[in-house]
């Protein structure tokens, strides 16, 4: 049983950072690498970061240089660093594999940027 545990949001004002982790249980197998998603309101989710089991990393255009993925193998954690938050970066975060497997997504954990 697979079971992902984001944890790390919160309330914080434009550009100040948060990290984010997602502890992961079970057995993943996933060549794809595990990726963090955003869903904010009246919109559509949509992956914001990955990396790769190889570590090659993706971000999508509006996080580059501002977002960090990175990895614990040891403890099987996924992490990511915000820093430069912006209020459109305001979401409920999520981790899961890329491709997402539906039945694993969790509650996620909430963002937001306000001053």
């Known amino acids: 049983q697979v079971q992902l545990k984001e944890s790390g949001g919160g309330l914080v004002q434009p550009g100040g950072s948060l990290k984010l982790s997602c502890a992961v249980s079970?057995?993943?197998?996933?060549?794809?690498?595990m990726g963090w998603y955003r869903q904010a309101p009246g919109k559509e989710r949509e992956l914001v970061a990955s990396?790769?089991?190889?570590?090659?990393?993706y971000y999508v255009d509006s996080v580059k240089g501002r977002f960090t993925i990175s990895r614990d193998n040891a403890d099987y954690t996924w992490y990511l660093q915000m820093n430069s938050l912006k209020p459109e970066d305001t979401a409920v975060y999520f981790c899961n594999t890329r491709p997402p497997v539906p039945k694993w997504w969790g509650q996620g954990t909430q963002v937001t940027v306000s001053s």
């Open positions: 990396i790769g089991s190889g570590g090659s990393t």
């Open positions: 079970g057995n993943i197998l996933s060549s794809g690498g």
